[in-house]
């Protein structure tokens, strides 16, 4: 029976070819959207979960509020980790990760010494590759970091340095120092494996100090810690809400010294409405559900973008599945006999809607044949703007395959499901008579066309709202002058001749100015808690504030043509070990009603109290997704907390850098041999921080490009099918003087009247959503109004050429032949 | 088989009642064959397309072997329709998509008849019709006499009690026709009761009785030869 529904559902397909096109071609660029989203979403959703015992481990976050800074972050205190599987016979295991400043490696090989600088160098504990299971190639998971000297690489890095050489127990030289590294374990290429946390090289955190000169501190946030839970434990659903309700006593005890340490007893601290909350995070939510916890090792993805593009591939196919709807009702009039006779022979009414939906199987099947085909061709163009590394055999794995296969009957159901029950309810005598017209079911015809079209404005409107806004972010002041900036990074190893080196970069006659300090726009910042002074004349409203700060010298300020509102900056003819700049935001956060002059003590230091000489008007630090936070220049004469980095920024002039560039690597060369020149440019840097965001903008675009074409597809179907339906009105008409002009007006108006009607509804909720989505960006524009008159005058202007093809050629044809014809 | 009493049709507009059957009175034995005729909008299809479950009568009663079948719902009128009628048309009305073969093969589709019976007996209908050889091709691609010998081997192919014929030879000329009609009595010498609407005096002339029809009613009726058991 269904080879019989098949083979007549074939032969209808050969039959009404344009037809045929229309459903086939927007059914398969329907899946193929659906089928990209979906891997797309699969592999945002596998991050992590291969990861032996993925669902026994947690990351340790930390809910925070200090004075007015409040946060929530992906970073614990160095000894959390072992506090909590001393505390909690449920936690079984933790293991840290710190992740160091870039640092130079070298590798001494039979053609001479290999130097890089490696930015991706991570700093564990000795069980990290047993609790995370990150695919070893070579080298004991249990054994290869136990040694202080050990390295495992990745793959890449293993044959950047050594070639086609075994690797393992081969050595590095770590960092300007030399440290020589044993390498103990390869790693398989981790680029295309969906992990939040991805490095090129690891070593023993015993190798960095600070960590261990931090340990006795519960403020210093600066490891990521991930404990493993007991098999028992992990499977009791309520062992995470009993483990949290007992975090803040542990925390109590274990944190006490530390804050005393800092000058807020902590009994004191939270009576002032302040909290340090430890939470446990399950590790395969890291990568989707982290919202707004804060994280820089980890590749931390938004679900909402996934519930978005679930969005837009429903929508998509649903475009495609109304084509068909539309195209079939309206054809009904070339089905009637068939349905009619089949009637007559006593062929129930259920039958003749498996017959339909049948044919409207047929239909997604061979589109889904195409669909494959193009996901297969279309995978490396996806893969480059999506920034993903998707296989085009992920579809047969995880079951995805079987999703397909109830992708398309269920796509298959949603196109047949209405024609079935519209034409299998035709009277058997109505029909024989051929009473029955297309005509008739024009209402829902018309609704669904304008479904179609509030669906693909909705998402134009969307997109031109989306790259708005983000042309927005990139080209909004940041409080200084992010062009011809170029960053040097390393010249900490420069040590004394540092400011040789600067001085000599300043010299130069493409060089405006040049200045050093110890971090630099996009590249992170040093966070700590400072006392502000408070007296009775000063009004200072917080007691106490975190700043960000950089420590830097004294041309940084005019390097970066920061503004100085009150008093002024550092300067050479005064001592300013003792002296701090602040920018407005943190001024105002306390409330001096006067700045300059006041004093802020640093309990992380020495107690020493720093006197406010300057505040500069506000600067953004990272991009501007982040907003502006209190923030604080330090003179890198004072003795505040050095984090041993340090980077040179030179404002050019020229428009041209790279001639620029070879005279300072030269310079660099004298000073430096054993560290490569490495520099980057301020408004790249910043450019990457909105990469991720571009990608999916540019993902959302195709989508709605094809969502246009899916529908106007449609509009197309159902002009042809008018005008022909129309033949003999049209030859009349013809024939009693209409030209053609008169004639395209007449097939037109009425389906453009109808994209008029989607437009407006569509504009209304286009803005609700997008106004939604606007609320998460700390920076946002007002929906300019011309976006729907952009986006309503384009859908009606492809509307109009749609239609108008169709039209015309109606309208130039003989009349003679048409009325001949019938 | 059939007796039908006070049979009445209405065909309602806005502002227009139209009656097509004013309290039709008739009855027509098992193995008759018969003919209706009468000038156009006399009411002849609309009757015949209430004799075969195709359309529902406003008043009047209809026996179909004993059974009230007026009132019947669609699904109890298909169900019916399907074990017990045969329909031939002026128009033939054969499927475009399908071919000769399994055009007459339908029926049977729709009253569950298994693969296998089913070749056997279109195959032995359509040897019968003389098509046998055409049996791959589709309707355009047949003379107009032998798209309604399919028609015929449709209607009887799932053996019929009654068949029910409109204008059977309208669309086809006269040796066709007489063809199709030579046809029909062999099939009703075989015990098929046939209902035949035609304008044709010559055609109604293979019929036992003809029914003549006015407005709605029968006028006369003329028997050509007794019709025994």
């Known amino acids: ?822 | 088989m059939i007796k039908i009493k006070d049979l009445e049709k209405y065909y309602a507009t806005e502002d227009v009642k139209t009656i097509a059957l004013n309290k039709l009175s008739f009855e027509v034995k098992e193995g008759e064959f018969v003919a209706v005729m009468g000038p156009s909008g006399c009411g002849k299809s609309t009757l015949l397309n209430i004799l075969g479950l195709l359309d529902d009568p406003d008043g009047g009663s209809f026996l179909f072997n004993g059974t009230e079948v007026a009132g019947y719902n669609e699904r109890k009128r298909a169900n019916l329709r399907k074990h017990n009628l045969g329909f031939v048309f002026q128009s033939f009305n054969l499927i475009d998509e399908l071919t000769v073969f399994e055009n007459v093969e339908l029926p049977l589709i729709y009253t569950g008849v298994k693969p296998a019976e089913r070749k056997q007996r279109v195959e032995e209908v359509l040897e019968k019709m003389g098509i046998m050889h055409r049996r791959k091709h589709f309707p355009q691609q047949l003379s107009g006499g032998q798209q309604q010998r399919v028609a015929v081997a449709r209607a009887v192919v799932n053996h019929p009690k009654l068949i029910l014929a409109d204008e059977p030879t309208g669309n086809l000329d006269s040796s066709n026709g007489n063809d199709v009609m030579d046809l029909l009595t062999e099939l009703n010498s075989a015990g098929t009761t046939i209902i035949m609407v035609t304008h044709s005096e010559h055609d109604a002339k293979y019929s036992h009785r003809i029914i003549r029809m006015l407005d709605g009613q029968k006028v006369t009726e003329n028997i050509l030869s007794e019709f025994t058991h």
């Open chain 1, 1 to 822: 029976m269904l080879k019989n529904y098949f083979k007549i559902a074939w032969r209808n397909i050969l039959k009404y070819r344009v037809n045929s096109l229309i459903n086939i071609l927007g059914l398969a660029i329907g899946l193929t959207c659906v089928i990209l989203i979906g891997l797309y979403i699969q592999d945002e959703l596998s991050y992590d979960t291969f990861f032996k015992d993925s669902d026994q481990i947690y990351r340790v976050n930390i809910d925070g509020k200090m004075g007015d800074n409040a946060f929530y972050a992906g970073y614990t205190p160095p000894p959390a980790g072992a506090a909590l599987v001393e505390n909690f016979p449920e936690i079984e295991s933790f293991t840290r990760i710190y992740r160091p400043n870039a640092d130079v490696v070298e590798a001494k090989t039979e053609n001479g010494e290999l130097v890089f600088n490696e930015t991706n160098i991570y700093a564990v504990d000795a069980n990290f590759l047993e609790l995370l299971s990150y695919p070893l190639a070579q080298g004991d998971p249990t054994t290869c970091l136990k040694a202080v000297n050990s390295a495992v690489v990745t793959h890449q890095i293993a044959k950047k340095y050594f070639g086609e050489t075994n690797p393992i127990g081969q050595t590095l030289f770590y960092g300007s120092e030399k440290q020589p590294l044993k390498v103990t374990g390869v790693l398989e290429d981790l680029t295309s494996l969906p992990a939040t946390v991805k490095f090129d090289m690891l070593m023993p955190v015993e190798n960095f100090g600070d960590v261990a000169y931090f340990n006795w501190s519960w403020v210093w946030l600066n490891v990521a810690t991930y404990v493993k839970l007991t098999d028992q434990a992990a499977k009791d659903p309520n062992t995470l809400a009993r483990l949290e309700s007992k975090f803040p006593d542990m925390v109590k005890t274990q944190a006490a010294g530390a804050f005393d340490r800092i000058g807020q007893p902590y009994e004191q601290f939270l009576k002032n409405g302040n909290h340090w909350d430890l939470h446990l995070q399950p590790l395969t939510d890291i990568h989707l559900r982290s919202g707004e916890i804060v994280s820089a090792i980890s590749d931390q993805g938004d679900i909402q973008n996934l519930y978005i593009f679930g969005l837009i591939a429903f929508f998509i196919i649903l475009l495609a599945c109304v084509n068909f709807t539309n195209l079939a009702t309206a054809q009904a009039g070339k089905r009637n006999k068939e349905i009619g006779i089949r009637k007559v022979l006593g062929s129930p009414r259920s039958q003749l809607m498996k017959l339909f939906l049948a044919e409207a199987l047929l239909y997604t099947l061979i589109a889904a044949g195409f669909a494959v085909l193009l996901v297969f061709l279309l995978l490396p163009f996806f893969n480059s703007l999506s920034g993903k590394t998707i296989f085009f055999t992920d579809i047969f794995n995880n079951g995805i395959w079987i999703i397909l296969i109830g992708l398309i009957l269920l796509t298959g159901f949603l196109a047949g499901i209405y024609p079935a029950f519209f034409l299998s309810s035709f009277k058997p005598v109505a029909v024989l008579k051929g009473g029955l017209t297309a005509t008739k079911n024009g209402f829902l015809r018309n609704g669904l066309v304008v479904f179609q079209f509030v669906i693909a404005i909705v998402m134009v409107i969307s997109t031109l709202i989306v790259f708005i806004q983000l042309r927005y972010i990139q080209q909004r002041d940041l409080g200084y002058d992010k062009e011809n900036i170029l960053v040097i990074s390393n010249t900490e190893t420069l040590r004394k001749s540092e400011d040789f080196f600067r001085q000599e970069l300043a010299a130069m006659p493409q060089v405006k100015a040049a200045t050093s300090s110890t971090s630099i726009f996009t590249k992170g910042s040093f966070g700590d808690f400072y006392l502000p002074q408070t007296n009775e004349a000063n009004h200072a409203v917080a007691k106490d504030i975190v700043l960000e700060s950089y420590l830097v010298d004294d041309h940084f300020i005019s390097t970066l043509d920061l503004q100085i509102i009150h008093g002024r900056g550092f300067d050479a003819r005064f001592n300013d070990s003792l002296s701090i700049v602040l920018n407005e935001a943190a001024a105002k956060q306390i409330g001096w009603v006067n700045p300059v002059g006041q004093k802020i003590r640093y309990p992380g230091g020495n107690m020493e109290d720093y006197t406010v000489i300057g505040v500069v008007k506000d600067f953004n630090l990272q991009s501007l997704h982040q907003s502006i936070q209190p923030f604080a220049l330090f003179s890198n004469t004072s003795k505040s907390y050095d984090t041993g980095t340090s980077f040179i920024t030179v404002k050019y002039k020229s428009a041209d850098p790279k001639e620029l560039l070879s005279s300072i690597e030269n310079k660099w060369k004298r000073y430096q041999q054993d560290v490569p020149f490495q520099y980057s440019f301020l408004e790249d840097d910043l450019n990457a921080a909105y990469r991720s965001d571009q990608q999916l903008a540019k993902l959302y675009g195709i989508f709605t490009s094809l969502s246009i074409f899916i529908a106007c597809l449609g509009l197309f179907g159902l002009v042809a099918f008018t005008a022909q339906q129309r033949t003999k009105e049209i030859g009349i008409r013809k024939v009693l003087g209409a030209n053609v002009a008169e004639i395209v007006k007449l097939l037109s108006t009425d389906f453009l009247r109808l994209v008029l009607i989607a437009v407006i509804v569509a504009s209304p909720i286009a803005w609700l959503a997008m106004n939604q989505w606007l609320q998460d960006f700390a920076y946002r524009i007002d929906i300019p109004w011309w976006v729907f008159v952009v986006a309503g005058t384009s859908a009606l202007a492809i509307a109009i050429i749609t239609v108008s093809i169709q039209a015309v050629k109606a309208a130039i044809a003989n009349p003679v032949k048409s009325l001949r014809m019938e």
